[in-house]
C-alpha cells in the first residue's frame, strides 16, 4: 500500500533554532518527493521538488533531502522564525499511472515561540 | 498575478441541499483538482480533470460533482448524497503530465464547508 508518514507530528521550537521534519514513504513505482507550506486557513505552497536522482534541494532557509533507496526524506529549516509556524506536508508521487499521482502526508505541525 | 481562486471562503449548507465551490486559475493549467482536507488527516483527492470536458473520479467522488466546460474554471457541487461534508476544501491546478515535468500543483486558499 502507497503510504507517506511524517514525524513528528507536532513540534514547538525557539525563534531562531533550527529543526528537521521527517518523511517516510512508501509510494512504488517513485516519481518525485515534494514539500509544501500550508498556512493555516492557506492552501499548500510548494517549498523544493526532488526526483529519484536528487538527493538535496535547497529554498532559501529550507533544505530537503531525499535517499530513495531508504525512502526517506527530511526537510531541515535554518534559523527558524515566527513566519515559518505552519503545517509541512510531505507529498510523494509515483510514475505508476499517466496522471502521476501523488500521496500526501498528514503533516507536521511547527510552532515557532519568540 | 496568475493563481488559483476559490470562492467563498466559507460556506454553510442546510439538510439536503447542494452547494457548488467555485475554482478558478489564470495559470493557463491544463489539468484541476479538488482535494478534501479533514483535520489531522492528508489530502484526498475528491475528482481531477486533465482537459478541458474530461474529468475522472479521485479516491473520494461519492457524494461530489464536477465539471469542466472551460480551461480556466472547474467547479465542484457537494451534493446532499455527501453525509459528511464539513471540511476544508482545496482546488489545485498543475501542467498536464506533471509526473513527467515534476512541476508542482498550485494550490487555492481554499473553501471551508460547515453544515447547519
Known amino acids: 500500500k502507497n503510504q507517506v508518514e511524517q514525524s513528528p507530528q507536532s513540534l514547538i521550537i525557539l525563534e531562531g533554532k533550527n529543526c528537521t521534519l521527517q518523511c517516510n514513504y512508501t509510494v512504488s513505482p517513485f516519481s518525485n518527493l515534494r514539500w509544501y507550506k500550508q498556512d493555516t486557513g492557506r492552501g499548500p505552497v510548494s517549498l523544493t521538488i526532488?526526483?529519484?536522482?536528487?538527493n538535496t534541494k535547497s529554498n532559501g532557509r529550507y533544505t530537503a533531502t531525499l535517499d530513495a533507496d531508504t525512502k526517506q526524506s527530511s526537510l531541515h529549516i535554518t534559523a527558524s522564525q515566527l513566519s515559518d509556524s505552519a503545517s509541512y506536508i510531505c507529498?510523494?508521487?509515483?510514475?505508476?499511472?499517466?496522471?502521476?499521482?501523488?500521496?500526501f502526508g498528514r503533516g507536521t505541525q511547527l510552532t515557532v515561540w519568540p | 498575478d496568475g493563481g488559483i481562486t476559490q470562492s467563498p471562503k466559507y460556506l454553510f449548507r442546510k439538510e439536503g441541499q447542494n452547494v457548488t465551490l467555485s475554482c478558478e486559475q489564470n495559470l493557463n493549467h491544463d489539468a484541476m483538482y479538488w482535494y478534501r482536507q479533514d483535520p489531522g488527516q492528508g489530502l484526498r483527492l475528491i475528482y481531477y480533470?486533465?482537459?478541458?470536458?474530461?474529468?475522472q473520479k479521485g479516491d473520494i467522488a461519492e457524494g461530489y460533482s464536477v465539471s469542466r466546460e472551460k480551461k480556466e474554471s472547474f467547479p465542484l457541487t457537494v451534493t446532499s448524497a455527501q453525509k459528511n461534508p464539513t471540511a476544508f476544501y482545496l482546488c489545485a491546478s498543475s501542467i498536464r503530465q506533471q509526473r513527467l515535468n515534476n512541476q508542482p500543483q498550485h494550490f487555492g486558499d481554499g473553501t471551508r464547508l460547515s453544515i447547519l
Open positions: 526532488m526526483t529519484f536522482s536528487e
Open positions: 507529498v510523494v508521487g509515483d510514475r505508476g499511472s499517466t496522471l502521476g499521482r501523488l500521496y
Open positions: 480533470s486533465q482537459i478541458v470536458n474530461d474529468f
